[in-house]
């Protein structure tokens, strides 16, 4: 795969030191990682150069398989492999209340391109994450244990809260400094996320650096996790031919699952008088997007961080619910693996913007693997501003002063 920019920020020029390292990692050899030379010496006498450190952060959704390789770079990360492939690992779980045979399947072929991958690019350190599918199926703990065997992966099923912090972490650097609140939302295959920010607690200036994405999280005003996504939605309520009656069912099931946490936090009340803008982390908002740009092929460099105004986005589910499932299908930006799920997303986004109506939203393609490689990272050290020499003389002199 050839090297291509950071998805989170990285402000390393085209063919300069970063990029350089980066297309050298990506053409090792997997038997020759960088880091096995470390203890050797090239002939002249000096130890080669340490080998940049390589993580990995895999999110295993119910609908998708999502595989982030990136090394640290001087604001966040350079990206130098990833995956990406539908596996609906929770296909009929609401039904069961388990992972289907055909499903596992999918998804452990998918996973084993994924462990090819990370041993290839020489990996050190990495999490591996499974949601909601995981988390309500009863024989999740199988399929665990049957990754570990056929793709040597050991997966995290992860707690709702986690799930929420990760995403938060995530898309942080896309976050408006400029509003009171923000609501980060991620609308997933078997569950929708929902993080509810106070920004007016950041009092220092927004670097945008790791350590202010993970700092973000001290903002979380209230959070819950809905049971819904657009693969148990779709299901329920049939996602191929959608009527406008069917449509309005599905906004009314999700605002229903609203009313409890509105009723607890009264979010509505609190931002009515203050900056307010949704950011959304999800295939849904990335799908409306490329139709509302118009765009002959889904582009992620104009899509993530863009802004679209609600009514736009109201514009664009009223033409998808027009649509046939055919037309949908030849949509660029669906195609056919999600145009029996968009129009589950976009009920899902309308009845956020019933409940906690907002004038504009901005678009996020990153979540959680993002919010999975800026831990790890901060873990290491990655990311801290060094101390500067004029602020050491400063706390010198305070010391020596009379």
């Not at 090394?71 to 990833?82: E, K, M």
């Not at 992620?300 to 802004?307: I, L, N, T």
């Amino acid at each position: 795969m050839e090297t291509r920019r950071s998805e989170t920020d990285n402000c390393g020029g085209r063919g300069g030191p970063a990029q350089g390292a980066a297309r050298a990692l990506s053409q090792a050899p997997a038997t020759s990682p960088f880091g096995a030379a470390q203890g050797s010496t090239n002939g002249s006498g000096r130890a080669p150069p340490i080998a940049p450190q390589v993580y990995a952060a895999l999110d295993l959704g119910t609908n998708n398989c999502r595989l982030l390789v990136a090394r640290p770079s001087r604001r966040g990360f350079l990206v130098i492999d990833a995956f990406s492939r539908i596996i609906r690992l929770g296909e009929g779980v609401h039904r069961s209340g388990r992972l289907s045979e055909s499903a596992m399947t999918r998804t452990i072929e998918a996973l084993k391109v994924c462990s090819d991958k990370m041993r290839r690019r020489g990996v050190i350190r990495s999490r591996l994450i499974a949601t909601e599918a995981c988390r309500a199926a009863e024989n999740s703990g199988e399929f665990i244990d049957r990754v570990r065997r056929e793709t040597g992966l050991i997966i995290e099923i992860v707690s709702r809260e986690t799930e929420a912090r990760l995403a938060v972490s995530g898309c942080a650097s896309l976050i408006d400094r400029s509003c009171d609140w923000a609501l980060v939302f991620d609308i997933g295959g078997g569950s929708s996320e929902l993080i509810w920010l106070n920004l007016s607690s950041l009092e220092r200036p927004w670097r945008r650096s790791i350590y202010d994405r993970l700092e973000v999280q001290n903002c979380i005003a209230g959070w819950t996790s809905l049971p819904i996504g657009v693969v148990n939605l779709a299901e329920r309520h049939g996602g191929r031919d959608v009527t406008p009656e069917t449509y309005e069912a599905m906004v009314v099931d999700v605002t229903g699952a609203l009313e409890e946490f509105e009723a607890k936090h009264a979010f509505r009340k609190r931002i009515v008088q203050s900056g307010v803008h949704f950011l959304g982390t999800s295939g849904t908002v990335t799908t409306i997007a490329g139709i509302h740009l118009r765009l002959p092929a889904y582009d992620r460099s104009k899509v993530d961080g863009c802004w679209i105004v609600a009514d736009d986005v109201r514009q664009v589910s009223n033409q998808l619910l027009g649509m046939s499932y055919a037309d949908r299908v030849s949509q660029p930006c669906i195609g056919q693996e999600r145009a029996d799920l968009v129009l589950a997303g976009c009920a899902i986004l309308e009845a956020l913007l019933r409940t906690w109506p907002c004038e504009r939203l901005r678009v996020a393609d990153r979540g959680l693997r993002e919010g999975i490689l800026a831990m790890l990272m901060a873990e290491d050290g990655h990311g801290r501003r060094p101390k500067s020499r004029r602020t050491d003389r400063r706390r010198q002199a305070a010391t020596s002063a009379p």
